[in-house]
């Protein structure tokens, strides 16, 4: 046995870690502050809306695709590698692209690559730990530390040499990721036949299933509908891009700290429980959006508010993670992890990225905001009641056959 292969597995999982803080770097300079850079390119809000719901329409096709190519020829590792390999290109290509079109297409490329890659690896961490998988939420630090750094990083480098340096470093971080990829641990226990089905009809045949998908729509609109345009909103408010960036860190600190509280906090709380608390302190987080800069609500507010807000990804995404490990077949499981993409990403970022730049051409933008964190309180409470109603169907379900 090689001395790999004796290593524990959360010391072999430590490619992992570095994938989703290289990951996240390069999405957190890079993402939120497209906006900013196709604002300066002399498009409005609506055409900048019509972007941002391109490249999350793109996901569904990437989701689906990149994930049934992984789970065909059983070697999601080497799909992330590809991918992350023509994510390099891609954004070599945007930085020299002029129009609209190029720009449309550069950015549908961008996110047909880039965002099934942290789902596989998710797939692939969940194989690495074995039964140790109460400790995925300690590996997905990573992705908060990731974040806070490229926000750091934005905000030292946006105001000194403008946006387009953002290119070249979001170029050598994913190359980074390609490194990080080729040190994992190809998938194993599924033996890789030429012509090895994918059993996709599993992932639409349970109630669970809807609830999983379902609550990951809900979540991506929630997301991306509010800060998608985060950047725009603060720089129309008067606010800076070190400011922007500023709470952005304080966010995924408190995101750092529910994930590295996670093995704590699973056994406490019931899955679903989780998920609707993250959905309740996310509008807080951006209810402190809608009031930032007034009087009754001074800078101390909005970072507790986005310090507790910012626990809402690791709320939401680590109890749905494990549900969809326990739920479908290793043969299907790179697809069922991509499909997180699809609903949250594809059809929940989507409507929400343009419902937001719709209305954010309409209504004053403290209106805005207040609209979404309400729409997003209330999603917490149908997550929770959606949840008592999917149990209650399977266990009847569970009775039926049993009789």
């Not at 590792?77 to 945007?94: A, G, N």
């Not at 009809?201 to 669970?208: A, I, R, Y």
């Not at 987080?285 to 001074?298: D, K, M, N, V």
């Not at 009641?385 to 149990?391: K, S, Y």
């Amino acid at each position: 046995m090689s001395e790999t292969n004796r290593m524990h597995p959360l010391l072999r999982s430590i490619p992992y870690f570095l994938f989703f803080v290289f990951y996240w770097v390069a999405e957190a300079l890079f993402v939120p502050y497209l906006g900013l850079y196709f604002e300066l390119r002399g498009m409005n809000s609506v055409q900048i809306g019509m972007l941002n719901g391109l490249f999350y329409v793109v996901t569904i096709v990437s989701a689906m695709t990149i994930g049934y190519f992984a789970d065909k020829t059983r070697r999601p590792r080497l799909t992330v590698s590809i991918c992350f390999s023509c994510v390099v290109l891609v954004v070599l290509y945007m930085s020299r692209a002029a129009t609209l079109p190029h720009l449309a297409a550069a950015y549908a490329l961008y996110g047909y690559f880039v965002v099934s890659c942290c789902d596989l690896v998710d797939k692939l961490l969940l194989e690495q730990l074995e039964s140790d998988t109460r400790y995925f939420g300690l590996f997905r630090v990573g992705s908060p530390l990731g974040y806070s750094g490229g926000a750091i990083l934005a905000g030292v480098l946006i105001p000194r040499l403008g946006t387009t340096s953002l290119f070249p470093v979001c170029m050598l971080f994913a190359a980074l990721c390609i490194a990080m990829s080729l040190l994992m641990k190809e998938s194993s226990g599924v033996p890789r036949r030429q012509k090895a089905g994918v059993p996709v009809k599993q992932l639409f045949t349970s109630w669970q299933s809807a609830y999983i998908y379902g609550t990951m729509v809900l979540w991506g609109f929630s997301e991306a509908g509010a800060l998608s345009y985060l950047a725009v909103y603060m720089s129309d408010r008067g606010f800076s891009t070190e400011y922007t960036s500023v709470l952005i860190t304080i966010a995924m600190v408190g995101q750092t700290v529910a994930f590295s509280l996670m093995p704590a906090i699973q056994p406490v709380l019931h899955p679903k429980t989780m998920v609707m608390l993250g959905f309740l302190v996310f509008s807080g987080r951006i209810l402190s959006l809608a009031l930032i800069g007034t009087q009754q609500f001074p800078f101390f507010l909005v970072a507790v508010f986005h310090f507790i807000g910012g626990s809402a990804q690791a709320l939401i995404l680590t109890p749905i993670t494990l549900m969809i490990g326990r739920t479908f077949s290793r043969e299907v499981s790179s697809t069922a992890q991509t499909m997180k993409t699809v609903a949250s990403k594809g059809i929940g970022s989507s409507t929400g990225a343009f419902l937001y730049g719709w209305l954010y051409s309409q209504l004053p933008a403290r209106s805005v905001m207040v609209l979404f964190t309400c729409l997003i309180f209330g999603f917490g409470i149908l997550s929770r009641l959606g949840g008592v109603w999917v149990d209650a169907r399977t266990k009847a379900g569970q009775a039926r056959q049993s009789v």
